[in-house]
């Protein structure tokens, strides 16, 4: 076992070497002890349009008996492309098992882009830089929250669906900031999904939250004629954060409310603390604006009325 992590470490090292000459100013190392690393990866080199910075922590198992864990990190990359591309660097793991793979993965991750630069889409403003500790978010990321309870409304303007609607403010809560990570919960109360629609068309007009590494949603709707609920969630890239947080809203049975949890990727990756800083940040956001007071109120009407 042993010499066979010695020969996976040789492996690595060559392969690190081999990028980092060829990629240089583009490759940088997060931390050499833990085998952690980072690329940027670009549609094309003099006038770069679309561009992704994979992350890589490199176990003693690779190559030989274990993939690199990875993050890609692009904050225009969302649903159905993000989940191609991982999908793609999957099968190129499968079919080269036993390999080393980085170089195979950067080739994917390029054709991948050039192929988005081709399209008709809109390249996205480029507002955040890389150092060699990773993505750099400063606090002028953040909104500054309001007091519980502040009143008011949203007039958003979407000329498809919204015929200038008066929605709901959206409440912005306390940020949490763990190894340069910052989380930051929106929250909106809401009672049909066409206004869950609007509301996070009205916060992604916002270029720091639609720059963030993943705006993580869920909403619970309680339909009272039907006595049923309408909920829904999304990862956005951060696989089963959006479930957890819909998971949140049904344990503290919050109802009638959208809430949003945006997080500022700082190069440090948190582990399982991701998910508890998500649930936190939501969680407290929602005791600020009342909805578990609320939770209790109906749970104890409940009680009374089965006496």
């Given amino acids: 076992m042993a010499e066979s992590e010695e020969e996976n470490l040789q492996k690595q090292i060559d392969e690190i070497e081999a990028l980092a000459s060829i990629y240089e100013d583009e490759w940088c190392v997060i931390d050499e002890a833990s085998r952690i690393f980072c690329i940027r990866i670009v549609d094309e080199l003099d006038h770069p349009k679309w561009t992704i910075c994979l992350q890589v922590i490199l176990p ?30 999957e099968e190129i793991y499968l079919e080269n098992s036993g390999d080393c793979i980085l170089f195979l993965w950067v ?117 009272e004629d039907k006595q049923t609920f309408l909920q829904d ?13 819909l998971h949140l809203l049904q344990i503290l049975d919050a109802r009638n409310v959208l809430v949003v949890v945006s997080r500022w990727y ?19 956001v929602l005791v600020d604006e009342g909805y578990t007071e609320l939770a209790v109120r109906l749970n104890t009407k409940r009680g009374r009325g089965q006496r």
Avoid at 65 to 88: C, D, F, H, M, T
Avoid at 155 to 173: R, T
């Fill in 60 to 89: 003693s198992e690779y190559p030989s008996a274990a993939p690199p864990v990875y993050q890609l990190n692009a904050p225009w990359l969302r649903g159905q492309e993000r989940l191609s591309l991982s999908n793609g660097l």
């Fill in 107 to 223: 080739g994917k991750i390029r054709d991948f882009l050039q192929l988005k630069s081709q399209s008709a889409d809109t390249a996205p403003e480029i507002l955040k830089t890389t150092e060699k500790a990773g993505i750099n978010y400063r606090d002028d990321c953040l909104f500054a929250p309001q007091p519980p309870g502040q009143q008011g409304t949203v007039n958003v303007a979407d000329p498809e669906s919204s015929g200038g609607e008066q929605l709901p403010p959206i409440i912005h809560g306390e940020p949490i900031t763990d190894r340069r990570s910052t989380f930051q919960a929106h929250l909106a109360p809401v009672v049909t999904p066409n206004q869950v629609k609007l509301l996070l068309h009205d916060l992604y007009q916002n270029k720091k939250i639609v720059n963030a590494t993943h705006n993580i949603y869920a909403y619970r709707i309680y339909c």
């Fill in 233 to 245: 969630c999304e990862d956005d890239g951060e696989t089963a954060a959006g479930g957890r947080l």
């Fill in 266 to 284: 700082g190069g440090i990756l948190l582990g399982p603390d991701r998910f508890k800083h998500i649930n936190n940040c939501a969680r407290n």
